[in-house]
């Protein structure tokens, strides 16, 4: 059974290339984020992805990330990030400043209320560090709807569902008189909207931050994003539009191991719409093996295609771009890939190219 590649910790002899010539690239101010899936990886169990998750939250934080949300996902072989909540608790335990969060809370899957219980427990326990993600996505296949005891028409109740839940934090919800959701009420938990499918329109609505990807699909992404700023109405939550971009992005020291990093997940991708599963994520040897059908061969190059990817110069190129087109105020990094190493060091790249380790540094002078 191979071995997971084991974590780095941040400005380890071992991390920094030899004779590396730094090249000389613009910083671009504007805060970046990560949303970590907790992916598994061949071999591996996912008490390891986990706890690699919480690793990966203190390296981000070193290195002057902005926030660490983790996501949700239910009976996905290749994916362990299953309770977000919980995992956004370890996180948070085992960092100090950098905010913590979810990429979402997939809010039809789970009563409202109950919600707000999580959250209000997760503020109480760290103040001013926890950002609410929601989305309105349920589960994967029909089989894990009904062991959550829903079904895709519970996606249409997310603007319903959402109103209820902030009426928790406030006070006002009136779909259960007289009971109030403790600890969260009279606390303000941040809430962001991960836009799928209406959620653009229901952020809008309801006054919330937008989250949207991805990258690869720049026109679209545009159109969502101006809808949105259009059609915003001011909240108690925010009085002004806030966009934050997620997507996925490479950075190594050539442009072909950076486009290397990209084919794990590109085959996993693959595979869950041939085969209807997130399988654990693969080396990309393993993956050059594999007799793929046409189908498959279409998708996983697709899946290849579109991300920003490359050198620092070339990254800092894309992603001055990328911000330029659509006005993002934030963006979220959604990088996976099998060599968690290679994944590190990525994100490190990406964090002098954009200048959060100097403005880190200065920050603790």
Avoid at 147 to 152: N, V
Avoid at 270 to 294: H, K, S, V, W, Y
Wanted: net charge neutral.
């Amino acid at each position: 059974m191979p071995q997971a590649p084991r974590v780095r910790p941040a400005g380890s002899r071992e991390s920094q290339a030899p004779h590396r010539v730094e090249p000389c690239v613009t910083p671009i101010h504007i805060p970046i984020s990560v949303l970590d899936r907790s992916r598994t990886r061949e071999g591996e169990d996912a008490g390891q992805a986990l706890r690699d998750t919480v690793r990966f939250a203190q390296e981000a934080e070193a290195l002057g990330y902005h926030r660490f949300w983790v996501a949700e996902h239910h009976g996905v072989p290749g994916v362990a990030g299953s309770a977000p909540t919980v995992l956004a608790a370890a996180v948070a335990a085992a960092t100090t400043r950098i905010r913590v969060g979810t990429g979402g809370v997939m809010l039809p899957n789970h009563q409202p209320m109950v919600v707000a219980e999580h959250f209000g427990v997760l503020e109480s326990l760290f103040p001013g560090r926890i950002d609410m993600g929601l989305g309105r996505s349920v589960g994967f296949t029909d089989g894990v709807r009904r062991a959550l005891g829903r079904d895709k028409a519970d996606a249409d109740r997310f603007a319903e569902q959402l109103d209820e839940l902030l009426g928790w934090f406030t006070g006002e919800q009136t779909v259960h008189p007289q009971v109030h959701a403790r600890p969260a009420e009279g606390l303000r938990v941040p809430p962001f909207v991960l836009a799928t499918g209406e959620g653009t329109r229901i952020a809008a609505a309801a006054g919330l931050p937008l989250v949207v990807g991805d990258l690869r699909r720049r026109s679209g992404l545009r159109a969502s994003v101006d809808e949105y700023r259009e059609t915003f109405r001011p909240s108690v939550w925010a009085k002004e539009p806030y966009v934050i971009v997620a997507g996925t992005i490479v950075v190594a020291d050539t442009d072909e191991a950076a486009r290397r990093l990209l084919a794990p997940e590109a085959w996993s991708m693959a595979t869950a719409r041939t085969q209807g599963n997130f399988a654990p994520l693969l080396p990309p040897e393993r993956i050059d093996a594999i007799p793929m059908t046409e189908k498959q061969r279409g998708l996983y190059e697709a899946g290849m295609m579109g991300h920003v990817y490359g050198t620092e110069a070339r990254v800092a190129e894309a992603l001055e771009r990328a911000v330029a087109e659509t006005g993002a105020q934030e963006v979220m990094v959604t990088t996976n890939t099998y060599d968690r190493d290679a994944l590190l060091d990525s994100y490190r790249m990406l964090a002098r190219l954009a200048g959060l380790t100097r403005a880190n540094v200065a920050s603790r002078a």
